[in-house]
Nanobody, 117 residues
Framework: QVQLVESGGGLVQPGGSLRLSCAAS????????MGWSRQAPGKQRELVAS???????NVADSVKGRFTISRDNAKNTAYLQMNMLKPEDTAVYYC???????????WGQGTQVTVSS
């Protein structure tokens, strides 16, 4: 059974940093585009960043210059480095994996990020 397990969330002050990790039990991790999305209370889930199988990244305008997505195929893990955090970044952050050669998509359970003083 495929699992995506997020970690690294927590409470941080404005201006602080967090690094989220997504460990995936995928047999062909390198063939999946990995993404991070977030959902704040009362709002729709939004895509924050993605990284494709070739390493090309895409980052939402709202976090550009502050968040960086990366992946380590040897460790089956994707990361989201979040710097200069703002209260509006508070949300549950979800990892997802999309198979580049088919329709398989997997989601993690999410990790809470709270930015507050």
């Amino acid at each position: 059974q495929v699992q995506l397990v997020e970690s690294g969330g927590g409470l941080v002050q404005p201006g602080g940093s967090l690094r989220l990790s997504c460990a995936a039990s995928l047999s062909a991790f390198s063939l999946y585009t990995m993404g991070w999305s977030r959902q704040a209370p009362g709002k729709q889930r939004e895509l924050v960043a993605s990284i494709n199988t070739g390493g090309r990244t895409n980052v939402a305008d709202s976090v550009k210059g502050r968040f960086t997505i990366s992946r380590d195929n040897a460790k089956n893990t994707a990361y989201l480095q979040m710097n200069m955090l703002k209260p509006e970044d508070t949300a549950v952050y979800y990892c997802n994996a999309i198979y580049d050669y088919g329709s398989r998509t997997y989601w993690g359970q999410g990790t809470q990020v709270t930015v507050s003083s």
